[in-house]
């Protein structure tokens, strides 16, 4: 889950912040998730959502 939240989730809003301040922001996202996924067997669980799209001009 953490690879997830540090490739596509978290990577678009990295550059919005100082480099200073990209670490902890991650970390908070990680332990955020983990909390509100977390499964009384220890384990964590998160749905994947996905919209598809499709457009015309």
Known sequence: MIRWIDQPS???LLP???ESQRGSFRDSVAR???E?????????FETF?????SAER
């Open 10 to 12: 978290i990577v678009p």
């Open 16 to 18: 919005c912040l100082p």
């Open 32 to 34: 955020r998730m983990v």
């Open 36 to 44: 509100r996924t977390l499964q009384p067997s220890g384990t964590c």
């Open 49 to 53: 959502r996905r919209i598809n799209l």
